[in-house]
């Protein structure tokens, strides 16, 4: 005979101290703050609001129903032709089956948003205050271009169960009640809670990491976020990047024997870990090949546009400039420069063929098993506005074959592979000395204040400056 496994179905929401959304009390409290101008964000809330599909994916599912209330497009397919936020693709901070197993920690959420493509503004219990968290919630509650999430403990609400996340539907300025739109409708409906115990809630230790938990604020980016390059971090490799930088460079410059620039960065480029290009990966349009597809559409020729501007813009930095000659001396014979002088196109399209092919086939939590073959290039037409380079190849897994695009970006569009001839012209797409420089570009400032000869500082300081990056640039290095 099998097993029988006890089962619960919902809890009864203590109360007080909370009062449930649906009661004629919570009704009463949505009609007077919806009169009162706070519950505007909730409706847009409510409409993508989803529960959440595993016991320790609060912090996922809270998210998913942000960045779809706000209308973020996340770029990739969910379902069939569907682009929609779930939690299956909030994957690049911390692998799935670790949220599943562990949960997921306040900064990891943090970090999701920004790969998602939000703004987020985060604060935790001990950099804010309780007056500044009204003022936020506030603020929130009353457009609908800001949402906020909060990260707190169940007990001071004396409900069961720990840590949890959830997104704030609404404030009611009187009674000081914030709606709590709880993601776990399987165990509590919504609920207003007084603002002063969600405060102590937050201003909790979560043991996983030692720190307090808080809220944060998520909106729209004014621009398309991530445009060519984004970092990724769901993966080892960002630990030893995240120690070369922090604590490898810094000791570098205590060498008293770096006088110039180009000894300086010979240094740096020497020293990086093995691994270093997996930290900054480039962000090339992947889609499935279909049919008599021969153009761009108008948002892909756009967003094609957006890469190669940046493209160009980093090529047009002197950083660039300093990192390429080093890479690549002007000594090397011109016949073979169209082969050395930057990374192979073929092993560019293989990688990224893969990344897009896993993310196309639904399979988001390892791109392992992917082999990427018949690489080849090809043009198409961008809607009229001339001819664009496009890799296009064939992904095997598990002996299932896709076929997919790749739109590649180049830095500009004279230098595109349809309009040149291959011996004589260097077709400049992203490659390693671009990752680099952003690189560098990315670091915080104080990380170059030990260089001891203060001309090597002053210059070097100059060279990785953003401060006179073009806008499009800036916000992409940010």
Request: hydrophobic content about 35%; overall charge neutral.
């Amino acid at each position: 005979s099998r097993m029988e496994v006890a089962s619960l179905y919902r809890r009864v929401l203590p109360s007080p101290p909370a009062v449930e959304f649906a009661s004629a009390e919570g009704k009463r409290l949505f009609a007077e703050a919806l009169q009162g101008g706070t519950m505007e964000g909730f409706f847009n809330l409510i409409s993508y609001f989803q529960t959440q599909s595993e016991p320790a994916f609060c912090g996922l599912a809270s998210l998913s129903v942000v960045l779809n209330a706000l209308a973020i497009d996340p770029g990739r397919p969910w379902k069939g032709p569907w682009r929609w936020f779930d939690e299956s693709m909030l994957d690049c901070c911390e692998p799935l089956h670790k949220v599943k197993a562990e949960g997921i920690t306040f900064g990891k959420v943090v970090c999701l948003a920004h790969c998602a493509g939000a703004r987020v503004q985060s604060f935790r219990a001990d950099q804010t205050t309780i007056h500044d968290f009204r003022a936020h919630l506030t603020r929130c509650a009353s457009s609908q271009d800001c949402h906020l999430i909060s990260s707190y403990h169940r007990s001071p609400f004396k409900q069961t169960g720990t840590g949890h996340f959830s997104p704030i539907g609404g404030y009611h300025a009187e009674k000081d009640m914030a709606l709590i739109l709880d993601v776990a409708r399987f165990k509590y409906p919504p609920h207003w809670v007084p603002l002063t115990l969600l405060w102590d809630a937050m201003n909790t230790t979560d043991e996983a990491t030692g720190l307090l938990r808080g809220f944060m604020l998520v909106s729209r980016r004014s621009s398309a976020p991530s445009l060519l390059y984004t970092v990724s971090c769901g993966h080892g490799s960002w630990k030893s990047m995240a120690k070369y930088c922090v604590e490898d460079v810094p000791n570098l410059l205590k060498d008293e024997s770096l006088d110039n620039v180009t000894t300086l960065l010979s240094r740096l480029v020497e020293s990086l870990p093995a691994n270093a290009g997996d930290l900054i990966k480039c962000v090339i349009e992947v889609r499935r090949k279909e049919e008599g597809e021969s153009s761009l559409s108008k948002e892909e020729k756009e967003r094609l546009f957006l890469k190669e501007k940046v493209l160009q813009q980093i090529r047009d930095t002197d950083l660039f400039r300093v990192v390429h000659e080093l890479q690549y001396p002007k000594g090397l014979c011109g016949s073979c420069s169209s082969s050395s002088d930057e990374d192979s196109l073929a092993e560019i399209a293989a990688t990224v063929c893969c990344q897009g092919a896993a993310f196309l086939s639904g399979n988001l939590v390892s791109r392992d098993g992917f082999c990427c073959r018949e690489t080849c290039i090809k043009c198409i037409e961008a809607n009229g506005d001339g001819l664009k380079t496009v890799i296009s190849g064939t992904v095997v897994s598990k002996g299932n074959e896709q076929a997919v695009d790749l739109l590649l970006p180049t830095s500009s569009s004279k230098t595109s592979l349809c309009n040149s001839n291959l011996r004589s012209k260097i077709v400049k797409y992203p490659s390693s000395t671009d990752v680099l420089t952003v690189l560098l570009l990315v670091l915080q400032p104080n990380t170059w204040l030990g260089i001891k000869d203060e001309n090597v500082k002053a210059e070097f300081q100059s060279l990785v400056s953003t401060d006179n990056l073009p806008d499009l640039l800036k916000q992409e290095v940010r």
